[in-house]
C-alpha cells in the first residue's frame, strides 16, 4: 500500500541523468533548475555556449554539450558524450524550439520547413538517438515539450509552428504505442503562454497581452514556476502509469 510518503518520493530523480535540450534559455533553463532540484545529473543541450556554461556552472554535476539538434552528428555526439560519462539516461525534455508569428499566405514554403527540421524532426531524432539507449536499458521517461497550439488555432499566424507541435503530439502517442511494452513512457507537455525570448515581443505588446487576459479562463499568462510540477510529475515515476498523454499547462486555454 502506497502512502503519501512513497507518492512525494515518486517525484524524486537522484540517480537518474536526464538530457534537456534548449537548456540555454527560456523554459528549458527552468526545466534543467527543475530537474536538477528534483536530483537528477543533467545534461544541458543547445547551441549557445555561453549559457550552456553558465548554467552548468550554477548546478553541480551538470555537463554542458554544445549541440544542434537539427544535425544528426550532433545528436549522435550528445548521446554518446552523455554515456560515456554518466553509463545512462533515464530522461529526456525535449524542449528545444524554433517559432515566428508570419502570415501562412506569406511564410515560404522553405521557412515552413526550417521550422519543422528543428521542431519536429530533429525532436524525432534525439528521441530516437536517447530512445535505443533506453530501450536497452529498458527504462526511460521522454518528455515533448509541445505547445497548446499544437492542440487548437489561434489568432496568431503561426502555421508551420502549429503543425510541428501538432506533429509532435502524434509523434508523442505513436512512439508510446511502440515503446511502451518495452518501458519507455512518451509525454507531451504542451504550455500555454509563459514570457521567454521567444515570446518576448508578445509579452512587450499592451494588445497582445490584453488578447491572452481575455482568452485565457484564467485571465492571464503563465508564471515562470507554474510548469514546474508538470514537467517532474511527467520525468519522475510520479507517472508511472501514464503514457501517450498530453498534459497541457495553459490556464484553461484548451478547455473552452
Ligand atoms: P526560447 O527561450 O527561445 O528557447 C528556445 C531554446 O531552443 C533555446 O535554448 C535555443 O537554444 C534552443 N534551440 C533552438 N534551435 C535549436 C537548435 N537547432 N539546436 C539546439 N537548440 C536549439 O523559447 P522557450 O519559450 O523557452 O521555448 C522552449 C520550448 O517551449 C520550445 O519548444 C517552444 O516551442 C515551447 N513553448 C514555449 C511557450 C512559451 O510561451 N514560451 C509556449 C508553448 C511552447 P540555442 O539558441 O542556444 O541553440
Redesign the pocket.
Known amino acids: 500500500m502506497t502512502d503519501a510518503h512513497d507518492a512525494l518520493e515518486s517525484f524524486r530523480l537522484d540517480g537518474r541523468v536526464a538530457i534537456v ?10 526545466f534543467a533548475r527543475v530537474l536538477h532540484g528534483a536530483g537528477a545529473t543533467v545534461v544541458l ?4 555556449s555561453g ?2 556554461e553558465a548554467l552548468a556552472g550554477e548546478l553541480d554535476g551538470a555537463m554542458p554539450v554544445v ?5 544528426g552528428a ?1 545528436r549522435e555526439r550528445l548521446v554518446a558524450t552523455t554515456l560515456e560519462r554518466h553509463g545512462q539516461v533515464d530522461v529526456l525534455v ?6 515566428t508569428p508570419e502570415p501562412a499566405e506569406h511564410e515560404t514554403v522553405e521557412r515552413f520547413g526550417e521550422v519543422l ?3 519536429l524532426i ?1 525532436a524525432f531524432g534525439v528521441a530516437q538517438a536517447v530512445g535505443r539507449r533506453m530501450l536497452e536499458q529498458g527504462s526511460g521517461s521522454i518528455v515533448n ?5 499544437g492542440m487548437v488555432g489561434s489568432q496568431i499566424p503561426f502555421a508551420s ?1 502549429a503543425a ?2 501538432g506533429g509532435l503530439i502524434a509523434l508523442t502517442r505513436e512512439l508510446t504505442a511502440q515503446w511502451a511494452r518495452r518501458g519507455v513512457r512518451v509525454n507531451a ?11 518576448a515581443e ?1 509579452f512587450a505588446d499592451e494588445r497582445s497581452m490584453a488578447w491572452v487576459a481575455r482568452m485565457a479562463p484564467m485571465g492571464r ?2 508564471a515562470p514556476h507554474e510548469l514546474d510540477g508538470a514537467l517532474l510529475f511527467l520525468a519522475s515515476d510520479a507517472s508511472a502509469y501514464v503514457t501517450g498523454q498530453v498534459l497541457a499547462v495553459d490556464g484553461g486555454w484548451t478547455a473552452v
Open positions: 535540450t534548449g537548456a540555454s534559455s527560456g523554459l528549458g533553463a527552468r543541450a543547445a547551441r549557445r549559457r550552456l549541440c544542434d539538434v537539427s544535425q550532433d525535449n524542449n528545444a524550439g524554433v517559432g527540421d528543428v521542431n530533429a515539450v509541445s505547445s497548446i497550439l509552428y510541428s507541435k507537455l504542451a504550455p500555454g503562454w509563459f514570457e521567454t525570448e521567444m515570446t508578445m499568462p503563465g
